[in-house]
T-cell receptor
Framework: AQSVTQPDIHITVSEGASLELRCNYS??????LFWYVQSPGQGLQLLLK??????LVQGIKGFEAEFKRSQSSFNLRKPSVHWSDAAEYFC???????????FGQGTELSVKP | NAGVTQTPKFQVLKTGQSMTLQCAQD?????MSWYRQDPGMGLRLIHY???????DQGEVPNGYNVSRSTTEDFPLRLLSAAPSQTSVYFC????????????FGPGTRLTVT
């Protein structure tokens, strides 16, 4: 069965430091992968997506993610974190040709001043 | 475009009551879905629809009904609310096809006492 795992429930980084959020997936075919961000009390906003081609994808707000098939990973990175990046981040894989998404458990990011 | 709208934003129900969560989109998207979000569990798919008149179950469908009489609307019905249905509910929509992103509504926070 398809699944997504985000090993880190909560991460704290200092403002200006680099960030990497981990995501591992289990999927038989070529995965369609997404990262969403959810600010407190808000809905989900798409940060970036991977379908095929270049394994390093750029997203909004300075985020990027690298798809590594050999490691079944799709880790999210940002070189320098801003206080406004504090939020919950979800990795997801799209199941089949329809729109069904399987989400990871989420990683809550806190940013220290 | 208003995007995906959900009403109400907040709702408190007593055990055994019924209610309908409303979801509408004005982007002419074929695909619509309902997720529930619970702490530490990410988002889980309740029901989805690939077009008017077509619905199917997701991962956690028990206790919920849906129908899709128009492209725009996809209401979620709780037949007899239970405390286990206390959650935040998100509606999402997308064009058909795996490469299209899902757009999420702002969510409905439901408490069942």
């Amino acid at each position: 069965a398809q699944s997504v795992t985000q090993p880190d429930i909560h991460i704290t980084v200092s403002e200006g430091a680099s960030l990497e959020l981990r995501c591992n997936y289990s999927y038989g075919a070529t995965p369609y992968l997404f990262w969403y961000v959810q600010s407190p009390g808000q809905g989900l906003q798409l940060l970036l997506k991977y379908f095929s081609g270049d394994t390093l994808v750029q997203g909004i707000k300075g985020f990027e993610a690298e798809f590594k098939r050999s490691q079944s990973s799709f880790n999210l990175r940002k070189p320098s974190v801003h206080w406004s990046d504090a939020a919950e981040y979800f990795c997801a894989v799209r199941q089949g040709q329809g729109g069904k998404l399987i989400f990871g458990q989420g990683t809550e990011l806190s940013v220290k001043p | 475009n208003a995007g995906v709208t959900q009403t109400p934003k907040f709702q408190v129900l007593k055990t055994g009551q019924s209610m309908t969560l409303q979801c509408a989109q004005d982007m002419n998207h074929e695909y619509m879905s309902w997720y529930r979000q619970d702490p530490g569990m990410g988002l889980r798919l309740i029901h989805y629809s690939v077009g008017a008149g077509i619905t199917d179950q997701g991962e956690v469908p028990n206790g919920y009904n849906v129908s899709r009489s128009t492209t725009e609307d996809f209401p979620l019905r709780l037949l007899s609310a239970a405390p286990s249905q206390t959650s935040v509910y998100f509606c999402a929509s997308s064009l058909a096809g795996a490469t299209y992103e899902q757009y999420f509504g702002p969510g409905t926070r439901l408490t069942v006492t």
